[in-house]
């Protein structure tokens, strides 16, 4: 599986960004899809999943601002974000991961991973 993440970029605070992430090589839809993000000089975060069927977990911190969606048809998983904030600032990552349990928020669990991008918000 190859996963290409683009859509980040530099936005004030307040702002939106669309990150999208296009994947090959593997029956998409069967794949659960991960966005996570990582700061300078801290670990690796999850942000949220999406099964292939749809369902979603997001974390609670970010519930109200952050949307996981995804297009089955164009292979692609997006993470909408709303009202951005400065800490919010770091690399976005998408993951795919197969198998029965859709959720998992740790890294270990995800397979397959895009090349991050960046996600800049000025106050």
């Known amino acids: 599986v190859q996963l290409q993440a683009s859509g980040g970029g530099l936005v004030q605070a307040g702002g939106s960004l669309r990150l999208s992430c296009a994947a090959s090589?593997?029956?998409?839809?069967?794949?659960?899809m991960g966005w996570f993000r990582q700061a300078p000089g801290k670990e690796r975060e999850f942000v949220g999943c999406?099964?292939?069927?749809?369902?979603?977990y997001l974390e609670d911190s970010l519930k109200g601002r952050f949307t996981i969606s995804r297009d089955n048809a164009k292979n692609t998983v997006y993470l909408q974000m709303n009202s951005l904030k400065p800490e919010d600032t770091a690399v976005y990552y998408c993951a795919a991961r197969s198998g029965s349990i859709w959720y998992s928020r740790w890294v270990s669990d995800y397979a397959y991973w895009g090349q991050g991008t960046q996600v800049t918000v000025s106050s």
């Open positions: 090589g593997r029956t998409f839809s069967s794949l659960v």
């Open positions: 999406m099964s292939g069927g749809g369902r979603t």
